[in-house]
């Protein structure tokens, strides 16, 4: 079965300081993986994704991601912090079955950023 | 360009009624999906539509259902309510269906209560 998993209901971390925000995935075939953000009373906004090519991806608002084959990790960076990335993370893959728009998301990560 | 939009924002039905979502994708995005966020179970896939016609189907009840029409927009509906349907219902865009992947983008949600 295709599925995500995020270890982490929620991720602490000081203001300035990198953060992470771990994600797993189970799929079959080459992986299509996505991040996407909520914010409160918000849809989701997407942050980045990785179809082929270069492990480290570059996404929107200073995010990065790192997708590791071998550990079927695809982790969530970001080098230093805002109080306004304070969110909910959400991490998803593309079903490959029927090679259609269906996503399958993970749990979601809250992320707290503190001052 | 204007986003994906959703109506209404909030809704409150009692059990037993039906309701009925709107969602208008972005301009010139033909793939419509849409998503059922509860606290319990997370982000849910629904369905897909592309060009009318529906391409994929999530696993959930006969109760919901759902259209594209000739300009993209689509709807969804829910008959006889129940309280576990209360949730977030969001609807995403794409311009394509599967293929080379394009991310969708996702509309603000429509909060639906069920008393």
């Known amino acids: 079965a295709q599925s995500v998993a995020q270890p982490e209901d929620q991720v602490n971390v000081a203001e300035g300081n990198p953060l992470t925000v771990k994600c797993t995935y189970s799929?079959?075939?080459?992986?299509?993986l996505f991040w996407y953000v909520q914010y409160p009373n918000r849809g989701l906004q997407f942050l980045l994704k990785y179809i082929t090519g270069d492990n480290l991806v570059k996404g929107s608002y200073g995010f990065e991601a790192e997708f590791n084959k071998s550990q079927t990790s695809f982790h969530l960076k970001k080098p230093s912090a805002l109080v306004s990335d304070s969110a909910l993370y959400f991490c998803a893959v593309r079903d490959s079955r029927g090679g259609y728009n269906k996503l399958i998301f993970g749990a979601g990560t809250r992320l707290a950023v503190h001052p | 360009k204007a986003g994906v939009t959703q109506t209404p924002r909030y809704l409150i039905k009692t059990r037993g009624q039906q309701v009925t979502l709107s969602c208008s994708p972005i301009?010139?995005?033909?793939?419509v999906s849409w998503y059922q966020q509860t606290p319990g179970q997370g982000l849910q896939f629904l369905f897909e539509y592309f060009s009318e016609t529906q391409r994929n189907k999530g696993n959930f009840p006969g109760r919901f259902s759902g259209r594209q029409f000739s300009n993209s927009r689509s709807e969804m509906n829910v008959s006889t309510l129940e309280l576990g349907d209360s949730a977030l219902y969001l609807c995403a865009s794409s311009l394509a269906s599967g293929g080379d992947y394009n991310e969708q983008f996702f509309g603000p949600g429509t909060r639906l209560t069920v008393l």
């Open positions: 301009s010139g995005h033909r793939s």
């Open positions: 799929v079959s075939g080459n992986p299509y």
